[in-house]
T-cell receptor, first 112, second 112 residues
Framework: GENVEQHPSTLSVQEGDSAVIKCTYSDSASNYFPWYKQELGKRPQLIIDIRSNVGEKKDQRIAVTLNKTAKHFSLHITETQPEDSAVYFCAASTSAGTALIFGKGTTLSVSS | DAMVIQNPRYQVTQFGKPVTLSCSQTLNHNVMYWYQQKSSQAPKLLFHYYDKDFNNEADTPDNFQSRRPNTSFCFLDIRSPGLGDAAMYLC???????????FGDGTRLSIL
């Protein structure tokens, strides 16, 4: 079945360092790839997304890259800050276009 | 202003006693989703409505039902809650399945 794998499951960095989270997806028909940030006890919030006709997208300190051939996409956070600490989920649209499949999440800890 | 509103934020029910969770939206989005999220896990899609069309995930237990009486409201009914149903239940909306999903703050369900 359709699947999204996300790595690493935990990531610890020092403030100011960069963080990279990687996801692979199985369905070649997937064409929409959002990233969500979820702080403890709060709702997931969309931080950036990318569509299959674009290879890279950037929004200030956050960027996402997509390699359709390899079926993987990555989240890059530069100049990390303690407030970036949260769980990050990647997701991919299903071939039927009805929903999203989420990765298992990455817990990012940024220490000052 | 909250655009996807879930009530209540916390719900306690007894084992086997039916419970209903509610979600409303002010975005006029076509699609409404219900997710179950357990601690340290990704949101798991239970079902979604595309307008009035109901789409059930294959592994969603029969114990879970949903109603969408109009565009703005969607309900999650758990007919006979078991201890394993204790979780955060998240409602989300989108204009289309390949568009960003907007999440509510969730309802945390506890089973006594």
């Amino acid at each position: 079945g359709e699947n999204v794998e996300q790595h690493p499951s935990t990531l610890s960095v020092q403030e100011g360092d960069s963080a990279v989270i990687k996801c692979t997806y199985s369905d070649s028909a997937s064409n929409y790839f959002p990233w969500y940030k979820q702080e403890l006890g709060k709702r997931p919030q969309l931080i950036i997304d990318i569509r299959s006709n674009v290879g890279e997208k950037k929004d200030q300190r956050i960027a996402v890259t997509l390699n359709k051939t390899a079926k993987h996409f990555s989240l890059h956070i530069t100049e990390t800050q303690p407030e970036d600490s949260a769980v990050y989920f990647c997701a991919a649209s299903t071939s039927a276009g009805t929903a999203l499949i989420f990765g298992k999440g990455t817990t990012l800890s940024v220490s000052s | 202003d909250a655009m996807v509103i879930q009530n209540p934020r916390y719900q306690v029910t007894q084992f086997g006693k039916p419970v209903t969770l509610s979600c409303s939206q002010t975005l006029n989005h076509n699609v409404m989703y219900w997710y179950q999220q357990k601690s340290s896990q990704a949101p798991k899609l239970l079902f979604h409505y595309y307008d009035k069309d109901f789409n059930n995930e294959a592994d969603t237990p029969d114990n879970f039902q949903s109603r969408r009486p109009n565009t703005s409201f969607c309900f999650l009914d758990i007919r006979s809650p078991g201890l394993g149903d204790a979780a955060m239940y998240l409602c989300a909306t989108s204009t289309n399945s390949n568009q960003p999903q907007h999440f509510g703050d969730g309802t945390r369900l506890s089973i006594l």
